[in-house]
């Protein structure tokens, strides 16, 4: 059997010096809109053959189970810690546990979306490419909700403000994986 090692908690507020610093999370928002400007650039330009697309297609499907699984995942324990039936400290641990699935999951999509030959002239691949971009923004917000939360795992006090903007970032969370998905797939069919 696998041994693990304890982690340490602080039971009261961690100093801010611990926080992601603002100047980075916003550095890696604007490195990942330019990634995805890059892949839609740069799928006007690979012409990929019968193989190379199926290949990318299985690819997909995978980085949209990995990458949604783990949201699902997290995003149940958040809910579940906002109507009260789960500690905190629940949807902490889960959420650092799926931090990498999640990212994996959501670059695994742009990556092969790439020879998926996406219609940049569709307005639905737009508003899709648009949640894409939205679901990746929230992912760091909702990095540094984790790190103010991290704050009050010790307690069961958490402030209202803190609570609300968490709820509102799986709602993001929700709405922009699925909005996508359900898009993936209409595109898909035509």
């Not at 949209?64 to 902490?92: E, H, I, K």
Request: charged content about 10%.
């Amino acid at each position: 059997m696998p041994r693990t090692l304890p982690r340490l908690h602080a039971s009261g507020p961690t100093p801010d010096r611990e926080l992601t610093p603002g100047w980075l999370l916003a550095a890696v928002g604007v490195l990942a809109a330019g990634f995805l400007a890059a892949s839609c650039w740069t799928t006007g330009h690979v012409h990929a053959d019968v193989t190379l697309q199926t290949a990318a297609r299985f690819l997909h499907v995978a980085s949209l189970v990995v990458g949604l699984g783990s949201v699902l995942a997290v995003d149940w324990f958040a809910a579940l810690w906002l109507t009260g039936r789960r500690p905190l400290a629940g949807v902490l641990d889960t959420a650092c546990a799926l931090q990498t699935p999640i990212w994996a999951g959501l670059g695994g999509l742009t990556v092969t979306g790439l020879f998926l030959r996406p219609d940049l002239g569709s307005p639905l691949t737009l508003v899709k490419l648009g949640l894409v971009l939205a679901v990746t923004l929230n992912g760091l917000y909702a990095h540094r909700l984790g790190q103010l939360l991290e704050r009050f795992r010790g307690s069961g006090e958490v402030p209202r403000r803190l609570f609300v903007r968490s709820a509102a970032a799986a709602a993001v969370s929700q709405a922009g994986w699925w909005g996508a998905t359900l898009i993936g797939f209409l595109n898909s069919q035509s």
